[in-house]
C-alpha cells in the first residue's frame, strides 16, 4: 500500500517535469487512476517495473541508486525552503490551527504513512553489519532528519502559499516555485529532483516488503516460492516480482486519498502490535533471548498504544471498513495456511506438548 501511494504521486511530478521542458504532459487519462479523472496510472505501473528490475539484480546496486537519490531529494527540498522562505508570508500562518486540534490530528493520521520508511530501515537488518548497534542509530537518526526537513519544508510551503490553496494542487512544491520565481527553472529542478527522489522512496519500500515475505517463507508461514532466492542474482526474483505486480496494479487504478488512509491505517495497526508484543513478551517470555532493548519500558510502549490508537481514531470511517475487509482476508490466510506450516508455531506446539 505504501509503494502504491508513493508511485502514484511520481506521476503528478513527471507531467509537471514534462510541462516545464517540453511544453508537454501526459494526459490525465493515462496519468491518473480511476476516481481522480483518469482511466489508469501508466507512470506509476513504469516507475514499479523500473524499481523492481533494479532489485532482481542485486541489493548493493539497489542501495547505491538509492543512496543518491537521498541525497538528491534532501537538497532538492532545501533549495525549495531557500527559494520559498523568500516569499514567506506571516499572515498565511494565521489561523494557526484553522481546523482546530481535531484537525491536526486527522491531518496527523493521513500523513502518518510517511513514518513506514523508518520501519523499513528494520526490514534490512539480516543484510546489515553490526544490526544491533546500526539499526537503532539509523532509525533515530532518519526520524530525527526527516522529521526536521518535513517541518522545515512544510513551513515554507505554507508560509508561500495560503494553505487553500493547495487544495487539489498537483506536484505541489513545484507549483509553489513557479509562482514564487515567475520562472520555470527553480520548478523544473525540484519536479526532476521529486522524480528522482520518489523513484528511490518506490525503490525502498519495494525491498522491505519483498524482505518481510521472504522472512515469513522462510519460516513457512507464506509458499516456498516467496524465500527462493535465484542463484545468479542471489535476490529474491519470484517474491519481487509478485510484490511488484501487485503494486502495480493498486497504483494504476487505486486513487492516492484511499492508499495513503489504508497504508497509515496497518502502519499504525503494526505499531499498536508491535508495542503490546513488548510488554506482553516481557512478561510471558522473559528468557527470550533479544536483539534489541526498549529503554523507558513500559512507559515508551504505552505511550506508543496510546498515541496509535488515538491517530486511527483520526481516520475516515470508510478507511476503517476497507482495513477490517484486508485484515479479514490476512486472517483467512493465516488460519488456512501459515498456523500449519509455520516453523516457529510448530516448534511451540511442540515444546507446549512435550
Given at each position: ?161 495560503p494553505a487553500g490553496e493547495f487544495q487539489g494542487q498537483e506536484a505541489g512544491l513545484a507549483a509553489i516555485l513557479s509562482k514564487v ?104 517470555r522473559p528468557d527470550l533471548e533479544r536483539g534489541f532493548k526498549v529503554p523507558g519500558y513500559p512507559v515508551v510502549p504505552a505511550l506508543?498504544?496510546a498515541a496509535c490508537l488515538y491517530l486511527i481514531w483520526g481516520l475516515p470511517l470508510e478507511t476503517d471498513v476497507m482495513f477490517a ?30
Amino acid at each position: 500500500m505504501a509503494t502504491s501511494a508513493v508511485a502514484v504521486g511520481w506521476g503528478q511530478y513527471l507531467n509537471a517535469l514534462l510541462g516545464d521542458t517540453v511544453g508537454w504532459q501526459l494526459p490525465e487519462a493515462l496519468s491518473a487512476p480511476p476516481g481522480d479523472g483518469g482511466i489508469v496510472n501508466v507512470p506509476s505501473v513504469v516507475l514499479v517495473a523500473l524499481c523492481c528490475t533494479l532489485l532482481i539484480r542485486g541489493t548493493r546496486e539497489s542501495a547505491l541508486v538509492n543512496a543518491i537519490t537521498v541525497f538528491i531529494k534532501i537538497a532538492v527540498l532545501l533549495l525549495f525552503c531557500a527559494v520559498a522562505f523568500t516569499a514567506f508570508e506571516s499572515t498565511n500562518l494565521h489561523p494557526f490551527t484553522p481546523a482546530g486540534v481535531g484537525g491536526i490530528g486527522a491531518a496527523a493520521s493521513t500523513i502518518f504513512f510517511s513514518y513506514i520508511g523508518m520501519d523499513i530501515v528494520s526490514t534490512g537488518a539480516e543484510e546489515v553489519r553490526n544490526p544491533r548497534r546500526t539499526m537503532p542509530l539509523a532509525i533515530i537518526a532518519s526520524i530525527l532528519i526527516v522529521t526536521t526537513v518535513y517541518i522545515l519544508v512544510a513551513l515554507a510551503g505554507v508560509g508561500a502559499q495560503p494553505a487553500g490553496e493547495f487544495q487539489g494542487q498537483e506536484a505541489g512544491l513545484a507549483a509553489i516555485l513557479s509562482k514564487v520565481t515567475s520562472a520555470g527553472w527553480p520548478a523544473a529542478v525540484l519536479a526532476a529532483g521529486g522524480v528522482v527522489s520518489i523513484f528511490g522512496v518506490t525503490l525502498a519500500t519495494l525491498y522491505g516488503q519483498t524482505r518481510v515475505l521472504f522472512s515469513m517463507g522462510r519460516d513457512g508461514m507464506l509458499p516456498e516460492t516467496f524465500h527462493k532466492v535465484s542463484p545468479r542474482t542471489g535476490t529474491p526474483v519470484r517474491n519481487t516480482l509478485i510484490v511488484s505486480t501487485f503494486v502495480a496494479v493498486l497504483a494504476a487504478v487505486v486513487p492516492l486519498d484511499t492508499l495513503a488512509d489504508l497504508t497509515s491505517m496497518g502502519t499504525l495497526v503494526a505499531f499498536t502490535v508491535v508495542s503490546i508484543g513488548v510488554m506482553v513478551l516481557r512478561r510471558t517470555r522473559p528468557d527470550l533471548e533479544r536483539g534489541f532493548k526498549v529503554p523507558g519500558y513500559p512507559v515508551v510502549p504505552a505511550l506508543s498504544v496510546a498515541a496509535c490508537l488515538y491517530l486511527i481514531w483520526g481516520l475516515p470511517l470508510e478507511t476503517d471498513v476497507m482495513f477490517a475487509i484486508w485484515l479479514v482476508l490476512a486472517l483467512v490466510v493465516y488460519f488456512t495456511y501459515s498456523i500449519r506450516h509455520s516453523r516457529v508455531g510448530r516448534e511451540e506446539a511442540s515444546a507446549a506438548n512435550s
